[in-house]
């Protein structure tokens, strides 16, 4: 199942090269979230966990943006059953949202 949502992007990191004769090549995107109370205590605040999406390449879309960081961005997400009781969100789609607000401005 497939959603989108509003996200707070705080840093994009791109990863390239070869490990054993192994090529790889990703971007990551530190996307902002609640912290969630648990058995051990209460918990205020948000912090960031990363997402992958694409090859390195995505970071050039995102290059330009290093200033206007942390940043809003529409996000689509892939939401699947994982191990046991959990669930797994993909980043499938990623893009900025307040460039396109602030050239109506």
Same mark, same amino acid.
């Given at each position: &199942?497939?959603?989108? $949502? ?15 004769? *192994?090529? /790889? ?16 205590? *209460?918990?205020?605040? *948000? !912090?960031?966990? +990363?997402?992958?999406?694409? =090859?390195? *390449?995505? /970071? ?13 961005? &529409?996000? $689509?997400?892939? &939401?699947? !059953?994982? !191990?046991? =009781? ?6 499938? =789609?990623?893009? +900025? ?6 050239? !109506?401005?």
């Amino acid at each position: &199942m497939k959603f989108q $949502t509003e996200v707070v992007v705080h840093g994009v990191k791109e990863s390239e090269g070869t490990i054993e004769g *192994r090529a /790889y090549s990703s971007t990551t995107f530190h996307c902002e979230v609640d912290l969630s109370e648990n058995s051990a205590g *209460r918990s205020i605040g *948000r !912090a960031t966990r +990363p997402f992958k999406l694409g =090859d390195a *390449r995505e /970071y050039d879309k995102w290059a330009h943006l290093g200033a206007s960081l942390p940043i809003k961005a &529409m996000a $689509t997400f892939e &939401m699947a !059953a994982g !191990a046991q =009781d959990a669930t797994k969100l993909k980043l499938v =789609d990623i893009k +900025p949202v307040e460039r396109a607000a602030s050239k !109506a401005a």
